[in-house]
Antibody, heavy 120, light 107 residues
């Protein structure tokens, strides 16, 4: 069974940093691109970032470009999101999500999500 | 960026009803569209990919159609478990974008 488990969330002050992790199991992690998607409290879904299977291609939403970094360690089956210069508007549940297939693809499955709260 | 607009934002219906949710793209996205269901406090769950392909394990009462700029998600006979929020998502180019969601409520 494919499982994705996020960790590293919590309360951080504006301007601070946080690193999220997503531990993957049940599939060949190194063969699939991975994503981060977030959802502010009571709001809709916002795609944040994608990293290709090898890590050679990376994409970001404009809202986080220059502040967030995505990376992966295929030897540890783990995806990361380094979040710097955090703002109140970054408060959200962050989900990691596997692409369904290789190439251009929808997302399936998703992790259970981890809450990041940016507040003083 | 290509924007996705869902309608309606809220839909009230009864068990057994047939419902349709629409998603429009601000420019053509071919068939690179997915539909997700999300229940409160849970992660989204993939229902439909490539506009009309039913994800494995998803009940056949769910169906998707459309291409280019206009897409629909239909549920043929609502079941109690279907009351949730539904999102469309385009994935043809970056940045990927989601529709704002449609909350399906019990009438």
């Amino acid at each position: 069974e494919v499982q994705l488990l996020e960790s590293g969330g919590g309360l951080v002050q504006p301007g601070g940093s946080l690193r999220l992790s997503c531990a993957a199991s049940g599939f060949t992690f190194s063969s699939y691109a991975m994503n981060w998607v977030r959802q502010a409290p009571g709001k809709g879904l916002e795609w944040v970032s994608l990293i290709s299977d090898t890590g050679g291609s990376i994409y970001f939403a404009d809202s986080v470009k220059g502040r967030f970094t995505i990376s992966r360690d295929n030897s540890k089956n783990t995806l990361y999101l380094q979040m710097n210069s955090l703002r109140a508007e970054d408060t959200a549940v962050y989900y990691c999500a596997k692409v369904s297939f290789g190439g251009v693809s929808s997302f399936d499955p998703w992790g259970q999500g981890i809450l990041v709260t940016v507040s003083s | 960026d290509i924007q996705m607009t869902q309608s309606p934002s809220t839909l009230s219906a009864s068990v057994g009803d047939r419902v349709t949710i629409t998603c429009r793209a601000s420019q053509s996205i071919s068939s690179w569209l997915a539909w997700y269901q999300q229940k409160p406090g849970k992660a989204p769950n993939l229902l439909i990919y490539k506009a009309s392909s039913l994800e494995s394990g998803v009940p056949s009462r769910f169906s998707g159609s459309g291409s280019g700029t206009e897409f629909t998600l239909s549920i043929s006979s609502l079941q109690p478990d279907d009351f949730a929020t539904y999102y469309c998502q385009r994935y043809n180019s970056f940045p990927y974008t989601f529709g704002q969601g449609t909350k399906l409520e019990i009438k």
